[in-house]
């Protein structure tokens, strides 16, 4: 019996290729869900700052969270929901995401 080894390796390469393309399609996917549900949420979290009649740094000084990062957020910089739909999506499942009233305790 004779081994093709470089059929093999030849083979191999092309389909480690095809499971790249696919993995790469497949994240950019979910990036875009993402990205979409974020950007909803974030105009929505925004339009209620100002609605407030709130500044960035009255968020920061609420939250702890940098001046710096929080304009990122709002500006599209910062996609803190990507890991968690992948993480998700491996498991067969989606991430909704929605801005309600909080409730207020008693």
Not at 4 to 22: L, M, P, S, T
Not at 39 to 55: A, F, N, P, S, V
């Amino acid at each position: 019996m004779i081994i093709d080894i470089e059929g093999n390796r030849k083979d191999y390469e092309q389909e480690r290729e095809a499971r790249q393309r696919r993995l790469l399609a497949y994240a950019e996917e979910i990036q875009k869900i993402a990205l979409g549900q974020t950007d909803q949420l974030l105009k929505e979290l925004i339009d209620e700052r100002h609605r407030l009649g709130m500044t960035q740094q009255d968020i920061s000084d609420i939250t702890g969270i940098l001046p710096s990062n929080i304009a990122r957020l709002e500006a599209g910089g910062r996609v803190p929901t990507l890991v968690v739909q992948k993480y998700a999506a491996a498991v067969g499942k989606h991430v909704e995401l929605r801005l309600v009233e909080q409730e207020q305790s008693v």
